[in-house]
T-cell receptor
Framework: IAGITQAPTSQILAAGRRMTLRCTQDMRHNAMYWYRQDLGLGLRLIHYSNTAGTTGKGEVPDGYSVSRANTDDFPLTLASAVPSQTSVYFC????????????FGEGSRLTVL | AQSVTQLGSHVSVSEGALVLLRCNYSSSVPPYLFWYVQYPNQGLQLLLKYTSAATLVKGINGFEAEFKKSETSFHLTKPSAHMSDAAEYFCAVSHGSGNTGKLIFGQGTTLQVKP
C-alpha cells in the first residue's frame, strides 16, 4: 500500500542522546515535511523539503536537523535530545502543486527523560 | 502573518445532531484553507479544502465547510453526527501559492459523539 512509513513508532530516550526519526514515502512526492504535535498547540512545522537536495526551516526548527538525499527519504535528527522535545512527530508529503494536500504518516511518539 | 483559531477545544454532540466546528483565520493574501481529521493513534487525513473556487466546499464523510471572507471564517459542518465521526479536527491555512505544504494549523477540536 502506497504511503508514508515512519520509524520508530515509539521511543523513550535519555536527555542528551542523539536520535534519528526515519521517514520514507513511495508516492514520488516532491515535497516532504516534519511536524510535531503537542496538546493544545496543534501541529507545528519543524523542517520541510521542496525537492531532493533542498531543505528549509519551519516554525520550530531549533534542536532539529534534516537531510533530503533522495526523493523518498527525509530523516529528522535530534542531535542532543531535551525533555521539551517530547512530542508526537509526523512526517508528511505532498505533490508540488498549488492545491496539493498533505499525506501523513502515522507518527512517532518520542519521550525524552 | 497567517494564523488559525479554532473556537472550542472540545465539542460534544449527540448522535444524529448537527456538527459545527468553528475556524477563523487571518491572512494578508487570499488563503487556501483545509480541514483535516485525526482518528486515535493515526496521522491526519484531508477532509476538504478551499482553493478559491466555490465558497461551499464538500468533503468526505458528509462534511462541508463554507468560506466566508467577510467573517474570515471556514466553519466545518455535518447535518447528522455519527459515532464514527468522533476524532480530532484541525483547521489549517496556507499561502495559496508555491509550497502549500507549509500549513499553519489550528489548535484542534476534539469531537465527542454521544449515543
Amino acid at each position: 500500500i502506497a504511503g508514508i512509513t515512519q520509524a520508530p513508532t515509539s521511543q523513550i530516550l535519555a536527555a542528551g542522546r542523539r536520535m534519528t526519526l526515519r521517514c520514507t514515502q513511495d508516492m514520488r512526492h516532491n515535497a516532504m515535511y516534519w511536524y510535531r504535535q503537542d496538546l493544545g498547540l496543534g501541529l507545528r512545522l519543524i523542517h520541510y523539503s521542496n525537492t531532493a537536495g533542498t531543505t528549509g526551516k519551519g516554525e520550530v526548527p531549533d534542536g532539529y536537523s534534516v537531510s533530503r538525499a533522495n526523493t523518498d527519504d527525509f530523516p529528522l535528527t535530534l542531535a542532543s535530545a531535551v525533555p521539551s522535545q517530547t512530542s508526537v512527530y509526523f512526517c508528511a508529503s505532498s505533490r508540488q502543486s498549488v492545491t496539493g494536500e498533505l499525506f501523513f504518516g502515522e507518527g512517532s511518539r518520542l519521550t525524552v527523560l | 502573518a497567517q494564523s488559525v483559531t479554532q473556537l472550542g477545544s472540545h465539542v460534544s454532540v449527540s448522535e444524529g445532531a448537527l456538527v459545527l466546528l468553528r475556524c477563523n483565520y487571518s491572512s494578508s493574501v487570499p488563503p487556501y484553507l483545509f480541514w483535516y481529521v485525526q482518528y486515535p493513534n493515526q496521522g491526519l487525513q484531508l477532509l476538504l479544502k478551499y482553493t478559491s473556487a466555490a465558497t461551499l466546499v464538500k468533503g468526505i464523510n458528509g462534511f462541508e465547510a463554507e468560506f466566508k471572507k467577510s467573517e474570515t471564517s471556514f466553519h466545518l459542518t455535518k447535518p447528522s453526527a455519527h459515532m464514527s465521526d468522533a476524532a480530532e479536527y484541525f483547521c489549517a491555512v496556507s499561502h495559496g501559492s508555491g509550497n502549500t505544504g507549509k500549513l499553519i494549523f489550528g489548535q484542534g477540536t476534539t469531537l465527542q459523539v454521544k449515543p
